[in-house]
């Protein structure tokens, strides 16, 4: 589905140029990021600004179409989260480069978008030295 190119501006502002997800900055990434439709299309989500969140292309390809996932310590099926309706910080904090979960929310979208992967953990070492990491209101 096209996304005209004022929406995608929009929501890149209002996201500050961050995935919504694991809070890499765009710039210096070679790939321009994805807009997920945080409800999928395949659920009735439509591609209006309040359903649209800027993810980085590896959150965006893991989370595909998925709402809900399982948390890893409880085993039970929770939504994933939904910047939206969720603030970032009450799901998430951060242990140097290592995302934390903090809630059911938190861990299990940790879990499914494989937000600590070694590649993620890369990148955000260097993204530290260039005072990019922790992103801006992120604790």
Not at 6 to 30: I, N, P
Not at 68 to 94: I, M
Request: aromatic residues 6%; contains cysteine.
């Amino acid at each position: 589905m096209a996304v005209p190119a004022s929406l995608r501006r929009r929501v890149t502002v209002r996201a500050k140029h961050r995935c919504e997800y694991c809070g890499l900055s765009q710039f210096g990434q070679a790939a321009t990021f994805h807009l997920d439709h945080v409800v999928p299309v395949v659920a009735g989500g439509a591609a209006v600004l309040d359903n649209l969140a800027l993810a980085c292309i590896h959150c965006s390809l893991r989370k595909g179409a998925r709402q809900v996932a399982l948390d890893p310590k409880t085993g039970r099926t929770v939504r994933l989260f939904h910047p939206r309706e969720q603030q970032w910080n009450h799901h998430f904090r951060w242990a140097g480069n290592e995302l934390v979960g903090i809630t059911a929310i938190g861990r299990a979208t940790l879990e499914t978008l494989a937000l600590n992967s070694p590649e993620h953990r890369i990148i955000r070492s260097f993204e530290s030295l260039l005072g990019r990491h922790p992103p801006p209101g992120h604790v």
